[in-house]
């Protein structure tokens, strides 16, 4: 290094290091996923090793767990995205994955036809995260366009896919 060049500020590793664990929170996704596409083996071989520490329930909560610090500690620059995408995500998960207390909605949206494949409201819900990020590094930014790209569109998309994809799927 020369005089000219100062060193890199400290933050920014410990921003690349939080930012590589909000990727691995997304790795507990995967269990609950390939279980819902008929591959369980992996999930059952989870839950048999951590009993109800292991169930997708928990792994959803260990990601939102392991993407809280990413948040907290990595390089966003606005929480109300990062807040919106957790409760917009969370009602997708919830209408994928047997959470007790929110068992009323999982029931309410299974007698809506595009709202009952369990594993397009899982794609919702980990799409909103995505965009939930992307939004929450921009140095500036509406609530109201949050609130339109984090609910709306995801919903949208889960409405189109679940008109259009069944009968593409023959489901």
């Known amino acids: 290094m020369n005089e000219t060049e100062s060193p890199a500020p400290a ?18 996704l995967v269990p609950p996923a390939l279980s819902m596409i008929g591959l369980p083996r992996l999930q059952e071989l989870i839950s048999t090793r951590l009993g109800a ?48 207390f929110m068992a009323w909605l ?15 409201s899982f794609i919702a819900g980990i799409a909103t995260i995505f ?5 929450s590094g921009a140095k500036k930014g509406n609530w109201i366009v949050d609130a339109m790209l984090l609910v709306l569109l995801p919903a949208g998309a ?8 069944p009968g593409l799927l023959g489901l």
């Open 53 to 100: 520490w292991g169930s997708p329930v928990a792994l959803v909560i260990y990601f939102y767990v392991i993407l809280f610090l990413r948040v907290f500690f990595g390089s966003d620059q606005r929480y109300t995205p990062v807040l919106m995408g957790y409760l917009a995500s969370f009602a997708y998960f919830s209408n994928s994955l047997d959470i007790g």
């Open 106 to 120: 999982r029931e309410l949206s299974s007698g809506v036809p595009f709202l009952s494949y369990r594993y397009m």
């Open 131 to 135: 965009i939930a990020n992307a939004l």
């Open 158 to 165: 889960l409405v189109a896919a679940g008109v259009y994809l």
């Open 11 to 28: 933050g920014n590793v410990r921003q690349r290091a939080f930012n590589v664990v909000g990727w691995i929170a997304f790795l507990l």
